[in-house]
Nanobody, 127 residues
Framework: QVQVLESGGGSVQPGGSLRLSCTVS????????LGWFRQAPGKERELVAV????????SYGDSVRGRVSISRDSTESAVHLQMNRLKSEDTAVYYC????????????????????WGQGTQVTVSS
């Protein structure tokens, strides 16, 4: 059974930084993609960043590009999200997600293509 477990998150002042981590266990995928989406109250879940398992391909949401960096540790099926220069509008529940893929370098920014989800971790940016 595939399990997705997030860690990190919390409260930070505007301009601060946070690092989120996620491990995916219980799988035997040959190729897969990992990523983060977020959902603020009253809004749809949106892309933050995604990466393929060997780190060769990544993509970022428009609202965070240039302020966040996604990385992965393929030996542990882990993905990390470093967020800098945080803004109040970054306040949301952040969800880690994973999906098996058919091709080595494939990633998707489409939420419907992701199969496994964590419970989410709250990030609050407030002074």
């Amino acid at each position: 059974q595939v399990q997705v477990l997030e860690s990190g998150g919390g409260s930070v002042q505007p301009g601060g930084s946070l690092r989120l981590s996620c491990t995916v266990s219980g799988h035997s995928f040959k190729n897969y993609m990992l990523g983060w989406f977020r959902q603020a109250p009253g809004k749809e879940r949106e892309l933050v960043a995604v990466i393929n398992w060997n780190g060769g391909t990544s993509s970022y949401g428009d609202s965070v590009r240039g302020r966040v960096s996604i990385s992965r540790d393929s030996t542990e099926s882990a993905v990390h999200l470093q967020m800098n220069r945080l803004k109040s509008e970054d306040t949301a529940v952040y969800y880690c997600t994973a999906a098996e893929t058919s091709y080595r370098f494939y990633i998707s920014t489409t939420i419907d293509e992701y199969t496994y989800w964590g419970q989410g971790t709250q990030v609050t940016v407030s002074s």
